[in-house]
């Protein structure tokens, strides 16, 4: 039998998996469960040693960091002392009624408590042998389910939410000195049993939650989390070359699709939808991904990987990715080129969600922004990026546009209802930043709504950051205080935060 670790590497450096930045850190550490043969006592064994690492932060002056998947194209999870949680991976079902509160409404098999370091490969693949999935998931599977969903991370599930919108509950350790099961006050999850067994302490605050959602790390060590799941579902996907007509573009600013006359299946909703636009071959049409909700059968066959293009599920990374230094002046026969070979069509692939949205392969290296904008400007925005193409390009990738549901969480970057994601991935250059930075110039010039996913590139300081989020920015710092004591606030500040305005520690009343 073992008890739990925190095992310095000694490594004095961070490079995320993108290869973006490298960070100086003073030390990293593997967090490592311990192994007595009882979950819980081994759960509650990683609190205690996480509380007493944190003291000793605090004595020492460190901040302090949890690394997920280091999926993040920006600094968010940097800091002096990084701790990694892939090795907590511990899951809890939830098996009897004992643990829910009396108001919950659902059944005891809709909600998985996770610890967090799982990946959303480990989750996917844990709940398909119970007959269940995921809301909805980003492109790849390789991020754990904290950083997933404290970055933001955003699916495109048209009319489902983000990530972060089927968490229910937190267990956050803030300190030495507390840690406390956090859900909202309007949807209470579980009961005094619970508690009890996690040995913490009920906060029921939905003002509180909202906040601590999307907080990349800031709010605390989150140690825990209970998912909401689905029952098992299948999707049933197609990626189509449809003309760039007025009625194609009337589904890109408002989700009608009446219209769509999508064969095989007509005018039915899909469940997720997306438009990939080759700047470089307008006349060639769109690419349209489709993917339709069914009942789960045994009788299918998942999709085969190939790393050479890209599966259902794939964002434009997996295919910009491979072009890596690029002569300008063949920018536009390349990017044509390598999206007609590897952007694969398909029809009526069928998967769950963890067998679409799979991809764990990172291929070359690249940079990735993506902005959210309001579904009436997505067509003005399309023809600002064509504009600009020509005159500060040529842009080594083409224009994606996801949609989803808009978000409740404080500072989700989906804030409107719907949002449109608009994806740039695009080569690791000069040129792409520069053209990034036109992009960003050309939304505030033309006074069009934006936001930033908190885990891509971007341009934030504390002055955007108050342009995006207005009020919620003030309420976030003060949810955030309340939470905190200053202490446990300065070791988890980032540089990320203070540039953003968001590390303010307020006057005690």
């Known amino acids: 039998m073992s008890q739990p670790q ?66 993040s194209f920006t600094n968010v999870a940097t800091a002096d002392w990084i701790l990694n949680t892939k090795m907590l991976n511990m899951v809890f079902p939830i098996r009897k009624t004992q643990s829910l509160s009396p108001e919950y409404a ?18 996917n693949d844990w709940l398909k042998k119970n007959n269940r999935s995921l809301k909805t998931s980003g492109a790849s599977n390789g991020q754990t389910i904290v950083g997933c969903f404290s970055t933001n991370t955003h699916g495109s599930a048209i009319d489902t939410g983000s990530v972060h919108d089927f968490i229910v509950g937190m267990h956050i350790i803030t300190g030495p000195n507390d840690h406390i099961w956090l859900e909202r006050r309007s949807y209470p999850v579980v009961s005094g049993t619970f508690i009890q067994i996690f040995k913490t302490r009920l906060v029921a605050d939905d003002e509180l939650f909202n906040a601590a959602l999307v907080s990349f790390g800031s709010f605390g060590f989150i140690h825990g989390v209970m998912i909401e799941t689905a029952p098992i ?10 003309p760039l007509d007025n009625s194609f573009r009337h589904i890109m600013e408002t989700l009608d699709f009446s219209n769509a006359n999508f064969d095989p299946n007509g005018n039915e909703r899909p469940f997720h939808f997306q438009a990939v636009i080759d700047q470089y071959n307008l006349a060639g049409g769109a690419y349209a991904t489709i993917m339709y909700k069914r009942p789960y ?13 890209a599966g259902p599920g ?32 398909y029809e009526g692939d069928l998967g769950t969600s963890g067998e679409i949205f799979r991809n764990n392969n990172i291929r070359g290296k690249l940079l990735s922004t993506a902005i959210g904008i309001p579904l009436d400007r997505v067509l003005e925005v399309n023809e600002l990026l064509i504009e600009l193409n020509e005159t500060e390009g040529p842009f080594s990738g083409i224009f994606s546009y996801r949609y989803v549901k808009g978000s409740a969480a404080t500072l989700a970057f989906t804030r409107f209802n719907p949002t449109c994601i608009l994806e740039l991935d695009g080569a690791e250059s000069s040129g ?7 992009v960003w110039n050309e939304l505030d010039a033309r006074n069009i709504p934006y936001t930033f996913h908190w885990g891509k590139i971007h341009n934030l300081d504390e002055a955007r950051t108050r342009k995006m989020y207005g009020a919620n920015m003030d309420n976030w710092i003060e949810q955030r205080n ?10 988890f500040n980032t540089r990320s935060l203070v540039d953003c305005g968001l590390d303010k520690i307020l006057p005690i009343v």
């Open 297 to 309: 059968t045994e009788n299918y066959q998942p999709p085969v990987d190939d790393l050479n293009k």
């Open 6 to 71: 925190i095992r310095p590497t000694n490594a004095t450096e961070w490079i995320n998996r993108h290869d973006t930045f490298v960070h100086p850190i003073d030390n990293l550490f593997d967090l490592i469960n311990g192994n007595t043969g009882s979950g819980f006592d081994d759960y509650n064994a990683m609190t205690e040693a996480i509380q007493d690492f944190l003291g000793k932060a605090i004595v020492e002056n460190k901040t302090v960091r949890a690394l997920g998947g280091g999926w």
């Open 106 to 123: 659902q059944a005891p098999e809709d909600l998985l408590f996770a610890q967090c370091g799982n990946s959303i490969q480990e989750l």
């Open 233 to 242: 579902y299948l999707l049933e996907c197609y990626r189509k070359k449809i």
């Open 314 to 345: 794939d964002d434009l990374a997996a295919v910009i990715g491979i072009i890596t230094d690029i002569v300008p002046v063949l920018t536009h026969l390349i990017v044509s080129n390598l999206v007609k070979r590897s952007y694969a069509l």
């Open 432 to 438: 792409t930043r520069n053209f990034y930075a036109a």
């Open 482 to 491: 309340k939470l905190l004591s200053p202490e446990s606030m300065k070791i």
